[in-house]
């Protein structure tokens, strides 16, 4: 082994040597790394870090949180689909308001077509009518009890249909186009699809609907 000049009187080697501390065990040099090195070091160090852990990857449960997909909006409660439904209702209630603020105005009238029809007890249901055809149109408007409405909307134009459109059992007249009981058809669709899907996002139910 290589020795340095001499200075003290005793040769000095060219890397520190150990040294022994007073309690006999040997002395690390100053810098040196005590951190295990090679194959067995470095599978000794990860045996006890999953030891530390409880031997599992898992931190406290948390894992695979943001691996979770995002929640996705119903289409009714989308931009789209909400302005959809919400047409929809105001044309419907458009359509229901006018008929039914029509029918008040002009009672004995609507009374006279009832019994004339054959629509059973019509000095009541001539008044029920009206009313609920004006309620329909309130709560299309605001979104409130969209369903309830929806279902008024069925049974009004299906009696429609019924006792007035289709009674005579020729839907067809001659020299006009399309057939009788259209628009009576069409509402009770309209009245089918609201009782699916609701009132959309734009409308009070969807504060108490269930998330």
């Known amino acids: 082994m290589s020795t340095t000049?001499?200075?003290?009187?005793?040769?000095?080697?060219?890397?520190?040597?150990q040294r022994e501390s007073s309690y006999g065990r040997p002395e690390?040099?100053?810098?040196?790394?005590?951190?295990?090195?090679?194959?067995?070091?470095?599978?000794?160090?990860?045996?006890?870090?999953?030891?530390?852990?409880?031997?599992?990857?898992e931190s406290d449960g948390f894992e695979g949180l943001d691996d979770r997909p995002a929640r996705k909006r119903h289409v009714v409660d989308r931009f789209d689909g909400a302005v959809g439904l919400f047409v929809l209702r105001l044309v419907t209630a458009a359509i229901f308001g006018i008929r039914g603020l029509q029918k008040l105005q002009h009672l004995d009238i609507t009374r006279q077509q009832f019994t004339q029809v054959g629509v059973p007890y019509p000095d009541t249901l001539a008044l029920v009518?009206?009313?609920?055809?004006?309620?329909?149109?309130?709560?299309?408007?605001?979104?409130?009890?969209?369903?309830?409405?929806?279902?008024?909307?069925?049974?009004?134009?299906?009696?429609?249909?019924?006792?007035?459109?289709?009674?005579?059992?020729?839907?067809?007249?001659?020299?006009?186009?399309?057939?009788?009981?259209?628009?009576?058809?069409?509402?009770a669709a309209v009245g089918i699809a609201l009782i699916g899907l609701g009132g959309g996002g734009w409308g009070f139910d969807r504060r108490f609907r269930r998330r």
């Open 5 to 17: 000049p001499e200075r003290s009187g005793e040769p000095t080697t060219a890397f520190p040597a």
């Open 28 to 57: 690390m040099p100053a810098g040196a790394s005590t951190r295990p090195t090679g194959p067995e070091g470095t599978a000794g160090l990860a045996s006890m870090s999953t030891a530390g852990t409880g031997g599992s990857d």
């Open 129 to 187: 009518t009206g009313i609920a055809e004006l309620a329909i149109a309130v709560a299309l408007v605001l979104g409130i009890a969209i369903r309830i409405a929806a279902i008024g909307i069925v049974l009004i134009s299906v009696g429609a249909l019924v006792y007035v459109r289709w009674k005579s059992g020729n839907v067809f007249t001659a020299g006009q186009p399309g057939f009788a009981g259209e628009l009576e058809l069409l509402l």
